[in-house]
């Protein structure tokens, strides 16, 4: 069956196992037109917990199956699709061994919805207790905007310069949002 050619009812009604008007409802509150807005109880609604719970699943999913760091187009999609959805400010960091294969992926820092504490001193210990070679920084952007602030240049020269008196490179930090990843190195910003 292709997923992609069921509209959102339908699609609510396949992944839920609910009646044509259940799904009606649910699309509602799940894709409202613009300017409407529904009250949805996000933390009881039944369908929006197991929503929750099929995202995570997806997360858990993207990460077990992280490819080979070959390019940059190589890992955008797995990383989008394990960050691109967090409400709040989030930062990750792709540890990877001297062929480029993920040791591990490890969130280091959440944050507001505007902004993200990281420290580079613990990016600096995690390098070395994965015993990486590179990492792939990441971190996502709630407000939609893959444009990297000041600060987001700032800090990933900060890592990248920490990191290079143990010898761990940085291959690149992704900007992510719901919908698109931007790569800094494709932007000639490392």
């Known amino acids: 069956m292709d997923l992609s050619t069921l509209t959102n ?21 799940f894709f409202p037109r613009h300017g409407e807005h529904f009250a949805m109880d996000w933390h009881s609604d039944p369908l929006r917990s197991r ?12 990460l077990s199956q992280l490819p080979t760091m070959t390019s940059p187009d190589a890992v955008k999609e797995k990383i989008r699709q394990i ?12 540890f990877l061994d001297s062929q480029n294969q993920v040791i591990t992926t490890q969130k280091l820092a959440t944050g507001t919805l505007s902004q993200c504490s990281v420290y580079p001193r613990e990016i600096v210990k995690a390098a ?16 939609g905007s893959t444009t990297p602030s000041r600060a987001d240049e700032l800090l990933t020269q900060t890592i990248k310069a920490s990191l290079a008196l143990i010898d761990v490179g940085v291959l690149d930090h992704f900007i992510v949002t ?3 990843i931007a790569s800094m190195a494709q932007m000639g910003l490392m």
């Open 178 to 180: 719901r919908t698109e």
């Open 128 to 143: 070395l207790n994965n015993n990486a070679a590179a990492v792939i920084l990441a971190h996502n952007h709630p407000s």
């Open 9 to 29: 009812s339908q699609l609510i009604a396949f992944a839920f196992g609910v009646n044509g008007k259940k799904a009606e409802e649910a699309e509602q509150q």
């Open 83 to 94: 960050i691109g959805h967090e409400s709040f400010e989030s930062f990750w960091v792709m």
């Open 51 to 62: 929503l929750d719970a099929a995202m995570e699943i997806q997360k858990r999913m993207a």
